[in-house]
């Protein structure tokens, strides 16, 4: 009712749900026999007769991915029996606009166990969130090649192993949270072949090695956290053309060398960075207060410093709400 808009189309869907009753014989009659495998339930809380269409293959893929999560304390995956995945009892599954598994969200159940190669059979889902669980080993690299899959999110479990480089193949990803895990080795450079990506997160986990110059050429990121690991070389030159960039995170690692002196007017929509306890040294670069939108810049906790340039002095007297720290 809140697509209409206003009291005639809430008069229209009031007279809907008291003709549906009076339907509902005949949508039955005429609708089950037609396709046996339909099965049509009419709500008389909202209204709507919903429709569903038996998906076997699935139902039985979900199970699979049910196998490896083998602690389950609060039975929610319980109700994951016969063949209508897109209808209730099924918990944490979205069927959007059909009869497919599209969303799947398991998040903050207390889920343990594996996260099993047979989720990636899973081909048109859109979404998956099972963040804040307690699943361990290691992240499907398949799950990179999921057709449709756009969010991926896994924060706050204990995955362990790499950062599958297979995001860069996919084709469809555009937000990845990969953290607060365990995950080890080096943020794979092959990640930013994905040129839809755009909210990367890998931030609290035990990654070693370099900040991939190469996410400087991934014109669509927008936020790029990676603090709280073990990263270290130096703070890229080559993400001063990041035009949508917003928030650049990557405090708590060891970073060396200085801030680029080449972050400036090209970063059009940069708001927030922060390079705090790190290994930086030299001089805070004037060029940093020609950021268009910058409101957050934390550079406390590293080596050796400079003054503070008149120019950023300046912003932060000017802009209220502007933070500057270090
Ligand atoms: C993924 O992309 C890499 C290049 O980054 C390529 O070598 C590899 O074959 C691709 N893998 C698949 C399964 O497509
Ligand atoms: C970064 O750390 C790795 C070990 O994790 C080391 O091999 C590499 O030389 C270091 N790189 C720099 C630039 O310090
Ligand atoms: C920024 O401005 C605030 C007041 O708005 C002031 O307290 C703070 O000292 C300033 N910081 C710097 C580095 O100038």
Redesign the pocket.
């Known amino acids: 009712m809140t697509r209409g808009g206003g009291t005639a189309s809430a008069a229209r869907a009031a007279a809907r749900a008291a003709a549906l009753p009076l339907l509902l014989p005949l949508l039955l009659a005429t609708t089950i026999p037609l396709a046996r495998a339909r099965v049509d339930l009419y709500d008389p809380y909202t209204g709507y007769v919903d429709h569903a269409v038996a998906n076997p293959a699935q139902a039985s893929i979900l199970r699979r991915v049910r196998d490896g999560m083998t602690d389950d304390p609060n039975r929610a995956l319980l109700n994951w029996e016969g063949d209508y995945p897109c209808k209730q009892p099924w918990v944490g599954i979205r069927c959007y606009q059909g009869n497919d598994v599209t969303h799947l969200d398991l998040s903050h159940r207390s889920i343990g166990g594996d996260l099993l190669d047979a989720i990636a059979e899973l081909d048109t889902l859109v979404e998956l969130d099972l963040s804040s669980n307690f699943l361990t080993g290691p992240i499907p690299t398949a799950i990179g090649?999921m057709p449709r899959l756009a969010t991926l999110n896994l924060r706050a479990n204990r995955f362990t192993g790499g950062v599958p480089?297979?995001l860069?193949?996919s084709s469809s990803l555009r937000h990845v949270s990969l953290a607060q895990n365990r995950l080890r080795g080096t943020i794979p450079a092959?990640a930013a072949?994905n040129a839809k990506l755009t909210t990367l997160d890998l931030s609290a986990n035990a990654l070693t090695g370099p900040i991939p110059t190469e996410f400087g050429g991934v014109a669509a990121l927008v936020e790029l956290h990676v603090a709280k690991n073990m990263l270290n070389g130096t703070v890229p030159r080559e993400f001063a053309g990041l035009a949508r960039l917003r928030s650049f995170r990557a405090q708590g690692n060891v970073l060396e060398g200085t801030v680029p002196d080449n972050w400036g007017s090209g970063m059009l929509d940069l708001e927030a960075i922060d390079l705090s306890r790190n290994f930086l040294y030299g001089d805070v670069p004037a060029n940093l207060a020609n950021i268009p939108k910058l409101r957050e810049l934390r550079l406390n906790h590293n080596q050796v410093w400079g003054t503070t340039p008149a120019a950023l002095i300046a912003l932060n007297a000017s802009v209220p709400g502007f933070v500057i720290v270090r």
């Open positions: 090649l480089a297979t860069g193949n092959a072949n």
